[in-house]
């Protein structure tokens, strides 16, 4: 089980991830830093993201979970120290009892609808902030890092 579960996402000011599950992201800013983030390390995605960002994810190990996989089981099955939830919503939402950190960068975007940071119901969670990456300066795009805090 890795030590740091880190879920990283690219969110509009009103939550969303997505206009749908098909969306490729093409909004985003923040796929640099991404990629610079994640290289090294294993990164776990649901299947529509797959479908949606394979080709961005070279040089990491994908794992790619189905609705019938055990999130435990998934994570127990890393060895590596640290590992990226990278997505979609309804996985975002599957892993969140795990999580010890949130990468988040807000988009000045407002989608109205599609999907959302978590497709699902989850528990409520303390975040301590750690750190502001820029990303966009000029136009105010920022990463925010957070710690997840133990009730
Ligand atoms: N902005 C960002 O940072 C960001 C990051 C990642 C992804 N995205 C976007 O998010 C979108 C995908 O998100 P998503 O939430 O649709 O998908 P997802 O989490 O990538 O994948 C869907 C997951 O839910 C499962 N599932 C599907 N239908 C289900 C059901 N009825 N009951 C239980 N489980 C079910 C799937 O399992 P099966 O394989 O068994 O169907 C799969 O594990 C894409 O547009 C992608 O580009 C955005």
Not at 4 to 21: K, P, Y
Not at 49 to 60: H, P, V
Not at 126 to 144: R, T
């Amino acid at each position: 089980m890795p030590n740091e579960v880190i879920l990283i996402a690219a969110v509009t000011v009103d939550g969303f991830i997505a206009r749908h599950s098909r969306e490729v992201t093409t909004w985003s800013k923040d796929l640099h830093l991404f990629k610079e983030q994640t290289l090294g390390h294993p990164v776990v995605m649901g299947s529509n993201t797959y479908d949606t960002l394979a080709a961005e994810l070279e040089g990491r190990k994908m794992i790619v979970v189905h609705r019938n996989d055990n999130p435990i089981s998934i994570l127990e099955s890393i060895k590596e120290d640290k590992c990226f939830i990278i997505g979609g919503g309804k996985t975002y939402a599957r892993f969140t009892s795990h999580l010890t950190h949130l990468f988040i960068t807000p988009h000045p975007l407002v989608m109205g609808r599609g999907i959302p940071l978590f497709d699902g119901e989850v528990p409520e969670l303390n975040l301590k902030f750690q750190k502001m990456i820029p990303v966009d300066e000029k136009n105010g795009i920022f990463q925010y890092q957070y710690k997840v805090l133990k009730f």
